[in-house]
Nanobody
């Protein structure tokens, strides 16, 4: 099973910033669209951000628009999620997933959710 590895989570105060990383050692992320998802206790997993294979298209959930940025570093084979102005409601386990790009970002995200290219997640806690 292909596995992704997330890092960069932790405890941060409201208004603070974190940068999450998603990497893979056994395959090139360049061939896939990459998405970041989060799941808080008692809530369903939600897509937070997604970047297309070509890096020309991005998706952000309304709750994070203007605060989070997804980016890709091809040389380092890593996709980042830059999180700014963090709020307590951003507290969750954040996971990344890879999937083949579809005709729309929504379709791409749906395919990712059904696939096997997932990391185990990293905890982000926003609290004073």
């Amino acid at each position: 099973q292909v596995q992704l590895v997330e890092s960069g989570g932790g405890l941060v105060q409201p208004g603070g910033s974190l940068r999450l990383s998603c990497s893979a050692s056994s395959f090139a992320l360049d061939y896939f669209a990459i998405g970041w998802f989060r799941q808080a206790p008692g809530k369903e997993r939600e897509a937070v951000a997604c970047i297309s294979q070509s890096d020309t298209t991005t998706y952000y959930a309304d709750s994070v628009k203007g605060r989070f940025i997804i980016s890709r570093d091809t040389v380092k084979n890593t996709v980042y999620l830059h999180m700014n102005s963090l709020r307590p409601e951003d507290t969750a386990v954040y996971s990344c997933a890879a999937g083949p790009e579809q005709s729309s970002m929504q379709a791409t995200i749906a395919i990712m959710k059904l696939g096997n290219y997932w990391g185990r997640g990293t905890q982000v806690t926003v609290s004073s």
